[in-house]
């Protein structure tokens, strides 16, 4: 049994919350957390990021990066680069600005290669401390690599694996175990920066890569059933893949590869004008000019560790170090479920029914195993918070809430799954949304139909009371005899129970195949 799996059964236990648990965003644990702010000086970028709201799935109150290029000529000087020194410096100064105001408490900032490795990085902090009251925590690469695997452990409780994390002067490896635990790490000078500040050939410059790739690897198991890859430039080659293949959904977190779909579009890269991948792909030209060098570390790195499926992950050493903060408690939690309670907090007409609605539609899908239970209870908890957009609009803005969101503990197919739930809550057809057809290749056929009906489940019991459902009626799947029951538990209920309910009830039974059936209980 899976962590998550265990922690959940825990959830469901619960006396008073069932499958939701205790909320913990409201809670002591997670307020004290409700503005933390980041900064992440790497070899390539500066950026800060400011957290805010639900702890434990990352709302970005602030995010703002620039490419200052602090490793550029690193290999020849051994120093930073004096045009990127001023840049960081003048971003910092804004950072630390815009923290004051906007309270953030904590502020931490932590530097990687190009800083730890640098004959001034240590001038560097003292002015940068100087000029801002910033003091700068220089993390070595086996730190890098434990706060990266726990930016990849928000997203993904419970994950196993090996990920991997690429910056501009250095690359790390670290093994998850599984059980939220960060085993073997390692750390390597193949950073796309460094690499081009080598004078050799491409042959040569092959071979050094295939030969540090080997050394990297020392101590991790071949064959690793999934590769998470973290970082700007394995982000970049993403979107060249997703172009290539013609992907539909433009999310790059939590999308997958194969080693064979990687090792295809590598070969793309390396056959195609850059500047034209760039404009396709709306990577920016600092970036960009990356891209080929991380390629070839990629390729090295696919066929060494031979994994089974690769992974990119949005989340890395920020979030790592917003997961660092958590107590274990919060840790425990899982990130959907919590970001679509806080959801329902701020933006819902009558908070706490999404829990109410779960009870009350959960009978129609009685073989749901744990997986689909959260995306059901996602779907329950978020089906209101929409309610302020145009209705002529609403089905197609909650489609793309739920598949645009930056949320973690999805994968594509249950994005979509999720969002076609949302869309059919508040509306029957999805002829006229706008809706992309194109995404229905992400999820197969019978789960497209389970997602419709959801919808159509929340659409019957959100209108037939908008409160306490389980006083007034109750659904009864008999699927053997293909019959949907509802109950009418009250005279209440049966003045509820008005044209317009049956209306919804009959297209759920017609969506579900079955006869609808009206009982009435003896009062």
Not at 221 to 232: D, Q, S, W
Not at 367 to 393: E, F, G, M, N, T
Not at 447 to 471: C, K, P, S
Request: proline residues 4%; charged residues 25%; contains cysteine.
């Amino acid at each position: 049994m899976s962590g998550r799996q265990m922690r959940a059964e825990e959830a469901e236990s619960h006396p008073e919350w069932g499958p939701f648990g205790v909320p913990l965003f409201d809670g002591p644990e997670a307020q004290s957390l409700a503005r933390v702010g980041v900064i992440d000086i790497g070899s390539n970028s500066v950026r800060m990021v400011i957290f805010d709201g639900a702890a434990r799935s990352p709302a970005y109150f602030f995010n703002e990066k620039i490419l200052c290029g602090l490793g550029v000529g690193f290999s020849e000087t051994g120093r930073l680069h004096p045009e990127g020194k001023e840049r960081a410096l003048a971003a910092l100064r804004r950072f630390t600005r815009l923290a004051q105001a906007a309270e953030v408490s904590p502020l931490l900032a932590v530097a990687t290669a190009a800083v730890r490795d640098a004959q001034d990085g240590l001038a560097f902090r003292e002015q940068v401390k100087a000029e801002t009251g910033l003091a700068i925590r220089v993390i070595d690469g086996a730190e890098e690599a434990r706060l990266s695997a726990q930016g990849v452990l928000l997203g993904w409780p419970g994950a196993a694996g090996l990920i991997c994390d690429i910056g501009g002067s250095s690359m790390e490896l670290a093994e998850l175990q599984g059980s939220g635990k960060v085993g073997h790490r390692a750390t390597s000078d193949l950073g796309p920066l460094k690499l081009m500040g080598m004078k050799t050939d491409k042959k040569a410059l092959r071979a050094h890569i295939k030969a540090e790739v080997a050394t990297l690897a020392t101590g991790f198991a071949e064959g690793t059933e999934r590769l998470f890859l973290v970082g700007g430039s394995w982000r970049a080659i993403a979107r060249i893949d997703m172009e290539r293949r013609g992907y539909p959904l433009k999310v790059l977190h939590e999308y997958r590869m194969t080693p064979r779909g990687i090792l295809e579009t590598l070969k793309y890269i390396a056959e195609t004008d850059i500047n034209d991948l760039r404009a396709r792909t709306g990577t920016s030209t600092e970036r960009m000019r990356l891209v080929p060098m991380a390629a070839e570390v990629l390729r090295a790195l696919v066929r060494k560790l031979q994994p089974r499926e690769i992974a990119v992950s949005s989340y890395g050493i920020r979030e790592g170090l917003l997961y660092e903060q958590m107590s274990a408690a919060l840790k425990a939690r899982d990130p959907l479920i919590e970001a679509a309670r806080h959801s329902e907090a701020q933006l819902s007409r009558m908070p706490g029914f999404g829990r109410k609605l779960y009870h009350f539609v959960e009978p129609l899908f009685p073989r749901a195993k744990h997986d689909k239970k959260r995306l059901i209870r996602a779907a329950c908890l978020l089906h209101d918070v929409s309610w302020r957009a145009h209705p002529d609009y609403r089905a197609e803005v909650c489609f793309d809430n739920a598949t645009r969101a930056n949320l973690g503990g999805m994968t594509h197919a249950e994005r979509v799954y999720l969002g076609l739930a949302l869309l059919h809550r508040y509306k029957s057809s999805r002829v006229g949304t706008g809706f992309n057809a194109e995404l229905l290749s992400l999820l197969p056929a019978d789960q497209v139909r389970e997602a419709e009906i959801l919808g159509r489940a929340m659409r019957f019991g959100a209108m037939f009371a908008v409160t306490n459902l389980a006083d007034h009626g109750a659904l009864n799947y008999r699927p053997k005899r293909k019959e949907l029951i509802l109950k009418l538990h009250t005279d209440a209920a049966r003045d509820l129970f008005g044209e317009v309910a049956l209306a919804r009830f009959n297209a759920l039974a017609a969506a579900m195949e079955v006869t609808p059936i009206i009982a009435k209980a003896r009062l």
